[in-house]
């Protein structure tokens, strides 16, 4: 990465040579390679964006244990440091090659250094990408490609340093059942996902609340296969930035999945790349410039996508997206549109929608 000049906003990264040493058995989609395909987007942002535009690079450490058991139990964080330096797979999806409890480590890492920065005011906005991803992975057990949950870590830590009100916003396009159950009662995170329904790994209904004082801060967004830019963008209006604006976080954390983009083969959604530019500035606009925002890298497995999403992605974070445009009701099918009005019956005794 090229070193932050100071002439336009700062962005951090947090990324390590490290991730790529969790190596994937042949044919499996949560590859090195998608790595690289995000790596390569980020950098052709700079070259887009023209000179003077440079990212800050932060160099992570292995999360330690404290931070790891704020979220998962401590004979699980046990356990797996006994597989460092094992192979064979933990679960039908989820691999371990002889690298992959050191990467699982430093990417959790890369979240807590993410953290860390925009905290310290280094940045308004960051991006961590961590390999191994993270939002499938329980307290107690891996899932789903996942070792660690690498934005539940995350969140913790900001709550560590005294942040009081933390925002999760999943956008990946599968639902992120391993944070939503970390954080289900806790009234200080508000976790939002937006995710293809029906779909792996089957959580994430629109009944699911919260529980005990977390309840109302669990808002689910099940959306049925064939979701367009103006599915999102309406769901966006009617339901994710009214809650966020009234939660009124202090810090906000986006588990940044690129896989609901309409080129990606292990879902049914059809975002183009365009939209993950318009989410990331629609909610940069409801943040307000006091709430820093950091993303962490999720799934995404079409290597073009990739690319093209993450440099979508840079270039909001970078301010250069233009604010985007109210969807009309009428781009909405009926199906999709029956999903949001059934969320909005849901979250209505919650929060304020228009």
């Known amino acids: 990465m090229v070193p932050d000049s100071g002439r336009f906003p700062r962005v951090v990264v947090a990324d390590d040579a490290l991730f790529l040493t969790h190596v994937a058995p042949p044919e499996h989609p949560e590859r090195g390679e998608r790595l690289l395909a995000v790596r390569a987007g980020l950098e052709r942002a700079l070259v887009s964006l023209g000179p003077g535009h440079a990212y800050v690079p932060l160099s ?61 005011g280094e940045a308004r906005t960051g ?15 891996a899932m789903g490609f996942c070792l660690l949950n690498n934005i539940a870590v995350a969140a913790a830590h900001a709550r560590a340093l005294g942040r009081q009100r933390v925002l999760v916003l999943d956008w990946d396009v599968h639902h992120g059942n391993g944070t939503e159950a970390i954080f289900y009662d806790d009234p200080s995170v508000l976790f939002v996902s937006l995710h293809q329904h ?6 994430g209904a629109a009944a699911d609340f919260g529980g005990g004082q977390g309840r109302g801060r669990n808002v689910n967004l099940p959306l049925p296969p064939g979701a367009t830019d103006a599915v999102y963008a309406a769901a966006f209006e009617r339901v994710v930035l009214p809650i966020i604006e009234q939660f009124a976080p202090d810090f906000a954390l986006v588990s940044c999945g690129f896989d609901a983009h309409a080129r990606d083969q292990l ?13 990331t500035t629609s909610l940069m606009g409801v943040l307000g410039e006091r709430c820093p925002l950091g993303l962490v890298l999720e799934g995404g497995y079409d290597l073009g ?9 840079a270039k909001a ?17 009926a199906g999709q ?18």
Do not use: C
């Open 267 to 279: 879902a049914q959604m059809q975002l183009s790349t365009h939209a993950y530019a318009d989410m």
């Open 305 to 313: 996508a990739l690319t093209d999403s993450g440099e979508a992605v």
């Open 198 to 203: 029906p779909n792996y790994p089957g959580t």
């Open 60 to 120: 992570p450490s292995d999360a330690s244990n404290e931070q790891l058991v704020r979220v998962h139990d401590p004979t699980y964080v046990e356990r797996l440091g006994h597989l460092a330096g094992r192979s064979g797979y933990l679960d039908s999806d989820t691999y371990l090659s002889p690298g992959s409890v050191a990467a699982a480590r430093r990417a959790a890492g890369a979240a807590v250094a993410l953290v860390e920065s925009l905290h310290a």
């Open 127 to 141: 991006i961590a990408l961590p390999r191994p991803p993270g939002h499938h992975a329980l307290a107690d057990r």
């Open 317 to 333: 974070l970078f301010g250069a997206s233009a604010q985007p445009a109210s969807v009309s009701a009428s781009l909405i099918p």
């Open 337 to 354: 549109d029956a999903a949001l009005r059934n969320v909005e019956q849901k979250q209505a005794q919650f929060w304020r929608l228009p």
